[in-house]
């Protein structure tokens, strides 16, 4: 019997895990290398948690297999498996000071005194607490407490790092400060790192690669640029960023009709007689269109909504269909645009993606 | 390398299923802690079975024996109902408690709407004088009322000719021992208001006596029925009252022991003790309900209620309280008085010879002492069991089923009657051929009881402390490889602390003042202080009974002085971590 492992440090096997009657997971098959950042994206309620528990032997699969460094994991107890976590709560004891909350998984493994004082002052210093030691938990800011966290889970020098949602409790410009920081710590440590979140940004900025879920399976794994530029699923390209969704019939294997136009459309495995058509607002080309030219179309300016670096502009085209277009500052000027105003546009055929016919409206 | 490594589980996860149609499940693996948790949770469900299940089983088996032990079926409720003395018993507790109960929840529906929505003053004074009776063994009202309204007593002309001693006697001994239990729940209910509720109500012009009828009182009402039920059964149960001041009104409570104690019919003893359970367990099931209504209830996002000071509102509340609190401490005091005079009424000179328990017989201080251990030994003892137990129950792996029938345990002693609870275990611990009979006879049986009486009520506690503690923390210790004992030890506990010494003061106090679940399985060398005054009483000389009394209070108000001190120095030395 042979089965290639690859280089996977992780291998996700098939796991499906149910509560009673309801299946939270469905046959979930992932492979995570060493040293990677992965980020396990998809609304709320759709399995992410569930999965990174099951990966941490918190909450154990129904069926299916889990596999660390070559070593079947599955049935394990938490304290069997190697990892470090950083809950939403943080979790941080609250009885005990910051040095005490670092060191505590060190104390037990009987290490000399001294030891452990170095290890929890270079723990500190990693990420950026030095000098805090004798604080109590409650006595830190929120950023502050994850980055204690942070460190506890680090500080058994664990091959895997699991982070739920570790950045979701903060306000928005130190969570923006800490999700750099979070990720030039793990380039530097190279420690595999999963973190779940929900915010598609924050996935978008700290991931080596993305996981995006839905309902308990997954619909695309990629790189960010991959999930951002080829989203697999109608539900990746709408919970990806923005996008528009425009219904349209086949007239040719590389043709379709929207209303009365036709475009030029990617042949991305779908050839049904109807399907939907996607383009991202800020794919939209407003520059330099030239009359007749391949895949444009006409369209009156409804309204336009002044975001600070660029502008997005409600387009009405055919009649009725309403398109999100974003275009920069400069492309306002030039052109003075303004509500009411008829202009030309194209949807470039390399940004298009086509997907089943009912996917979205 | 692929093939060492899956070997191993494929064996663990059993064959594939060769139709390919369902998955292997995966069956997790416990660590050796795992085990060790679920060893003590079955130690702890064999504890219960051996201390709560067996004798409640051995009491239902006893009520359908005859002497001889011969299953007779109904034949001794066929006697007990047949026999109009006995049913009458049934007509008098349900009376009284009923009275009882109104006039209990009337009160401290007052009081507590003082405590919670007036401005008035005092009202860390009052709150703390209300609570007092907890203290007290519930003979002690009686013995109070004796002096009060006895043949000699101060106030004998406001009974217009009736006698203290029966159903006016009782009602208003019950009154004072259920008080502080009615309160506490009336407070808790008041205190969840939702502000804006108020608001809204005033904004629409309501007048006063419509906002208390429209939103207050609906806001209440499963506190209403809670504290209802609770003192209903408070009352229904309670032996101490009328033994001292029932003369020959007979209730339930006091036919058991006069079954028992006085006829040794323990055959009908044990009837009379299930008549007695059936009531308390439909409350406690109504009450379970309510609980779980009320939990939904405070979950909602509410605006907490502050109230707006309204002097003739505040001004009228604080004169009823205060004549409320006049009157807890008049029949407290009057019990302290009636333990200090010479010889009531004729000779009012203060002495302290009722105090002289050596001088009174043999036994001297020995019960205080005993009753001292007693209290000590359940605080200790039973703090670890209670917490410990909870802590199982609420932070383990896997062992669903066996920590939720746990969970279910530990609710049961809340629907048992003390004195219920002592009949079972004379019939299940004196049975001979019960290997555990050794414990009979011996302070061990009086701690595991008082342990079990009071459990429910410790174990809530617990649960409450134990949802408020990150439930991550197990999660983070287990990745961290550190043994549960020690993130238990040095964790859960230290958090945990506030919680844990409230659960060893109410064992305590309990522990001091019980009467009703010992009186049965108490014996020479082990008699507890609060039997001893109720013996006392028997024996006519209700002045030292009073002082008896009074030095129960004393200790257990001593006791709780130093848990309020060890908790504020807790809470200063401790104010650097926990959130306020
Ligand atoms: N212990 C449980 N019992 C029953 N259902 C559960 C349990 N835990 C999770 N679920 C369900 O499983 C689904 C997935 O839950 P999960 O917590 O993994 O979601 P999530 O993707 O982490 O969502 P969020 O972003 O809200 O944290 C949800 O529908 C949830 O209701
Ligand atoms: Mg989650």
């Given at each position: ?361 | ?184 729940i009336l407070v808790t209910a008041l205190s969840v208001a939702d502000q804006r509720l108020y608001e809204a109500a005033d904004s629409l012009r309501a007048s006063p006596f419509r906002i208390f009828m429209t939103v207050t009182l609906p806001g209440c009402r499963y506190g209403l029925i809670s504290a209802g039920m609770v003192v209903f059964t408070l009352i229904f149960t309670d032996f101490g009252v009328p033994k001292v001041i029932g003369g020959s009104y007979n209730v339930l409570a006091t036919d058991v022991y006069r079954q028992v104690i006085g006829q040794f019919n323990f055959q ?313």
């Amino acid at each position: 019997m042979s089965i290639n492992q690859g280089d996977a440090y992780l291998r996700i096997d098939h796991v499906s895990k149910s509560f009673g009657t309801f299946e939270a997971l469905t046959n979930v098959t992932l492979e995570i290398y060493a040293g990677e950042f992965v980020c396990f994206l998809g609304p709320s309620g759709c399995g992410k948690t569930t999965l990174l528990r099951a990966i941490a032997g918190l909450d154990i699969q129904t069926s299916g297999r889990i596999f660390q460094g070559g070593r079947d994991i599955s049935a394990l107890p938490p304290s069997q498996r190697d990892f470090g976590i950083v809950f939403q709560s943080y979790a941080l004891f609250p009885n005990l000071s910051v040095a005490d909350n670092v060191a505590y998984g060190l104390v037990s493994t009987r290490r000399p005194k001294a030891e452990v004082e170095g290890r929890v002052r270079e723990l500190l210093t990693l990420v950026g607490l030095g000098g805090q030691e004798q604080k109590f938990p409650s006595q830190l800011s929120g950023g502050q407490q994850q980055r204690v966290a942070l460190a506890r889970a680090l500080a058994m020098s664990p091959g895997l790092l699991l982070l739920d949602e570790p950045l979701s409790a903060l306000d928005a410009r130190v969570r923006q400060h800490l999700r750099s920081e979070l990720k030039e710590l793990q380039r530097k440590l190279k420690v595999t790192t999963i973190m779940v979140t929900h915010d598609q940004e924050e996935a978008l900025a700290i991931a080596d690669r993305i996981v995006v879920m839905n309902h308990g399976v997954i619909e695309q794994v990629g790189t960010p640029l991959d999930i951002y530029r080829h989203p697999g699923s109608a539900f990746v390209a709408d919970f990806v960023g923005h996008m528009n969704f425009l219904p349209v019939e086949r007239v040719a294997a590389d043709r379709v009709r929207f209303g009365s136009f036709e475009f030029t459309a990617p042949v991305n495995g779908n050839q049904d007689a109807t399907a939907t058509l996607c383009v991202r607002p800020e794919d939209i080309q407003i520059r330099n269109v030239i009359p007749g030219q391949d895949n444009s179309l006409k369209a009156t300016i409804d309204h336009m909504e002044f975001l600070g670096s660029f502008c997005r502009a409600e387009l009405v085209v055919n009649g009725g269909r309403h398109l999100k277009a974003d275009f920069s500052i400069n492309a306002m000027r030039d052109l003075s645009l303004e509500p009411g105003q008829e202009i030309l546009i194209a949807l470039p055929a390399d940004r298009l993606r086509l997907f089943r016919g009912d996917a979205h409206v | 390398m692929s093939d060492a490594t899956l070997a191993p589980a494929v064996a663990l996860t059993g064959k594939v299923d060769p139709a390919g149609g369902q998955p292997p499940r995966i069956r997790p693996r416990a660590s050796g802690e795992d085990w060790v948790m679920r060893g003590a949770i079955a130690l702890l469900a064999a504890y219960f079975v051996v201390t709560l299940v067996l004798p409640l089983y051995t009491l239902l088996i006893k009520s359908a024996e005859d002497k001889d032990g011969n299953f007779i079926g109904l034949a001794n409720f066929a006697r007990y109902f047949a026999d109009p003395a006995l049913t009458q018993s049934i007509v008098n507790t349900v009376t009284v408690s009923l009275i009882g109960t109104v006039i209990t929840i009337f009160l401290a529906f007052l009081y507590a709407y003082a405590l919670t929505r007036t401005c008035m003053a005092l009202r860390g004074l009052l709150r703390a004088v209300a609570l007092v009776p907890l203290l007290a063994p519930s003979l002690l009202p009686g013995l109070a009322l004796i002096y009060l309204f006895g043949n000699q007593g101060i106030f004998k002309g406001l009974l217009m000719g009736h006698d203290i001693y029966g159903p006016i006697g009782i009602i208003i001994g019950e009154v004072f021992f259920a008080f502080p239990h009615a309160l506490i729940i009336l407070v808790t209910a008041l205190s969840v208001a939702d502000q804006r509720l108020y608001e809204a109500a005033d904004s629409l012009r309501a007048s006063p006596f419509r906002i208390f009828m429209t939103v207050t009182l609906p806001g209440c009402r499963y506190g209403l029925i809670s504290a209802g039920m609770v003192v209903f059964t408070l009352i229904f149960t309670d032996f101490g009252v009328p033994k001292v001041i029932g003369g020959s009104y007979n209730v339930l409570a006091t036919d058991v022991y006069r079954q028992v104690i006085g006829q040794f019919n323990f055959q009908m003893g044990a009837v009379v003790g299930l008549l007695l359970l059936f009531p308390a367990v439909i409350s406690f099931t109504v009450d379970r309900i309510v609980q779980r209504k009320q939990v939904a209830l405070l979950s909602a996002r509410a605006v907490p209620f502050q109230p707006q000071p309204r002097p003739v509102i505040d001004r009228t509340f604080l004169i009823i309280s205060s004549v409320i609190a006049a009157l807890l401490l008049l029949i407290l005091g009057m019990a302290f008085v009636g333990s200090i005079i010479t010889f009531w009424p004729y000779n009012l000179a203060p002495t302290l010879k009722w105090y002289d328990f050596t001088r009174l017989g043999t036994d001297g201080w020995g019960p205080y002492f005993n009753s001292l251990r007693m209290a000590a030994m359940v605080a200790i003892i039973g703090t670890a069991i209670v917490f410990t137990g909870a802590y199982l129950t609420e932070k383990s792996r896997g062992a669903k089923g066996l920590r939720a029938s746990l969970h279910l345990l530990a609710m049961v002693p809340l629907a048992v009657p003390g004195i219920v609870l002592g009949l079972a275990y004379i019939f299940f611990f004196n049975a001979s051929g019960n290997p555990l009979g050794f414990i009979y006879n011996t302070m061990v049986i009086l701690v595991v009881n008082t342990i079990c009486h009071f459990y429910t009520v410790c174990h809530l506690t617990a649960v409450t402390a134990l949802k408020q503690v990150d439930a991550e923390f197990e999660a983070v210790s287990a990745s961290l490889k550190v043994p549960l004992y020690r993130t238990f030890w040095r964790v859960t506990v230290p958090v945990c602390l506030p919680a844990i010494l409230d659960i060893s003061i109410y064992l305590f106090v309990n522990a001091m003042t019980t009467v009703s679940a010992v009186i049965f399985i108490y014996s020479a060398n082990s008699k507890l202080m609060s039997i001893n005054a109720i013996n006392t009483e028997d024996a006519g000389n209700t002045a030292s009974a009073c002082a008896m009394g009074m030095v129960i209070v004393a200790t257990s108000a001593v006791l709780k002085g130093l848990h309020s001190l060890l908790v504020r120095r807790m809470q200063r030395r401790t104010q650097a971590w926990r959130r306020r």
